[in-house]
């Protein structure tokens, strides 16, 4: 090692002081009245041990440790699905029964039900084939999002209101999460998709024309008595983006046309829906279709939760006020417990006791109604901020309708605007240096982790910032998930090219969702379920 003396050791060790006299300098004892052209004596220099620990505890000083949290490392089972979910096999005779006259009039403020994923009701499936088939269903969701994100600019307004296309994973078969509900009156148990991508309400009705098999009995109009007609003159019709008359009938018609040639067709209605203990709310509009054609898996229809004026929580807001939540558990990790449920729940209620430093405020896209927008500001990777993750790739441009970040209950995945995503995923490749790496990645994902043989695995932690000071700090596994029996996991975000980012459900596991329409804000509450 070369002599502290040495001037080269200066350029490493800042604070030690190299005298440059060629010749050694007589020491002189110290006093206040010195000449001030004398020159002052070096201090002496540091033995070299101490100068280690010295440059050690500095060192350790400006540089940040990287904040970790523990992942239960358990791969995907390698056994196939039997049994079908509790919602789909339960009695039905008395869950939306209740004394209804009293509901009617009854002033509750709150109503909730449980809900669960598309694939409880899958059978004879592995876990790794029923993710491969939700990425796939994943991918062509998240392009119908951005296509319409990107159409926004071309949106145009006529008689009928505004002219967009229509958003929803059920065309593609990628419905998500579904709830049930009573329909008409008695109450028929019907299984909805719930979709916070979509406003309009429909569901398959008899006679049928041409139906897709769903799970439990199709809806019959004739046998209820609360099934109201909307009529061609009737604001409700005019508020179709799609609509049409019946003129012999003078009968209101709706029609949803999806990208992949799937079809919901059929007459536009009022009718009462039944939540389980028998709260009800009347004259709900709603499609009662006779002509449903595509690629529907299960449910009976679909219940729009977006923000648009003939969406769900709009139509039942002066009951309910137009705030609802929802809580998703973990679909993937071993954190999933029988214990928990999915839930959601509507009005006074679904703000629960949230605070109000825990809510981002909704961002207006004028040219897309239906959407929830928030402002994504940041991302921190084991506790350091991003700064590749730009608020400039992130931001809605008001003026076209494009880029922004929606949070949406049907996409999977967490997607980015590229430049946003390859600065995240570089970052945590960084702070996850210790993990070893597995070569190809999966599917969508470009960043995956060998973790086989390890039961506990210490990874960075990864949060979300959005405006107003709201935070999303995700459990780990929100962010590495099992993508097979290996011990393969993956990085569960993703890059896109759409314009619009989108927060999906993985992300959104364990939250409670709180989407409070009256104040225009939006909350991620940890451990919420």
């Not at 145009?156 to 078969?173: I, K, T």
């Not at 809580?327 to 928990?340: E, G, K, Y």
């Not at 109000?356 to 927008?373: C, D, G, H, L």
């Not at 314009?499 to 969702?513: D, H, T």
Request: with cysteine; aromatic share 8%; glycine share 12%.
């Amino acid at each position: 090692m070369q002599s502290p003396a040495n001037g080269d050791d200066s350029r490493t060790l800042p604070f030690l002081y190299t005298p440059r006299h060629s010749t050694p300098v007589q020491h002189r004892p110290t006093s206040s009245s010195h000449s001030p052209h004398m020159p002052m004596a070096p201090p002496p220099l540091l033995p070299l041990s101490a100068l280690l620990l010295l440059l050690a505890a500095a060192s350790h000083a400006s540089a940040k440790p990287v904040q970790i949290q523990a992942l239960l490392a358990t791969p995907l089972s390698p056994d196939r699905v039997s049994a079908p979910s509790e919602l789909a096999r339960e009695d039905d005779t008395n869950v939306f029964a209740g004394n209804l006259a009293a509901a009617d009039d009854a002033a509750a403020s709150t109503v909730r039900f449980r809900v669960v994923h598309r694939d409880d009701f899958s059978k004879n499936a592995t876990a790794a084939e029923l993710l491969a088939h939700r990425l796939e269903r994943d991918e062509r969701r998240a392009a119908r999002l951005s296509a319409a994100a990107g159409a926004a600019n071309g949106t145009r307004r006529g008689g009928g209101g505004v002219v967009a296309p229509v958003v929803s994973g059920l065309a593609q078969g990628s419905g998500e999460y579904f709830t049930k509900i009573g329909v008409g009156t008695p109450a028929t148990p019907a299984l909805m998709v719930l979709d916070t991508g979509s406003d309009v309400v429909w569901l398959q009705c008899a006679p049928c024309r041409r139906c897709y098999e769903q799970s439990g009995q199709v809806f019959d109009p004739r046998r209820s008595r609360s099934y109201g007609a909307v009529g061609c003159a009737a604001p409700l019709c005019r508020r179709l983006d799609s609509g049409g008359c019946d003129l012999r009938r003078s009968a209101c018609l709706y029609q949803v046309a999806y990208g992949d040639g799937s079809v919901t067709a059929g007459d536009f209605a009022t009718e009462t829906l039944t939540f389980a203990g028998g709260a009800r709310v009347a004259r709900v509009a709603l499609g009662c279709g006779h002509d449903n054609e595509g690629l529907f898996v299960a449910a009976a229809g679909l219940l729009g939760l977006g923000r648009g004026s003939l969406s769900f929580p709009t139509q039942i807001s002066r009951r309910y006020g137009r705030s609802f939540s929802y809580c998703l558990v973990d679909r993937t990790s071993s954190a999933n417990s029988a214990s928990r449920s999915s839930t959601v729940t509507f009005g006074s209620g679904a703000l629960g006791s949230t605070v109000a430093s825990s809510f981002t405020p909704m961002v207006k896209n004028p040219r897309m109604e239906t959407f929830y927008y928030v402002q994504l500001i940041g991302i921190s990777v084991g506790g350091a901020r991003v700064p590749g993750v730009a608020n400039s790739d992130l931001r809605l441009d008001p003026s076209s309708g494009r880029g922004g970040v929606i949070v949406d209950s049907g996409t999977s995945v967490t997607r980015l605007a590229r430049p946003a995503y390859s600065a995240l995923r570089d970052a945590f490749r960084g702070a996850a240096a210790g993990l070893r790496l597995s070569p190809g990645g999966f599917s969508l994902f470009d960043t995956c982790y060998d973790l086989s043989g390890r039961k506990v695995v210490k990874v960075p932690t990864v949060s979300m910032h959005f405006a107003g000071g709201a935070e999303a700090a995700l459990p780990p596994e929100n962010y590495l998930i099992p993508v097979d029996s290996k011990g393969t996991f993956c990085f569960a975000f993703a890059g896109t090219d759409g314009g619009v980012s989108i927060i999906g459900n993985i992300q959104q596991q364990g939250f409670r969702v709180v989407f409070d329409g009256d104040g225009q804000r939006v909350a991620f509450v940890p451990k919420g379920c």
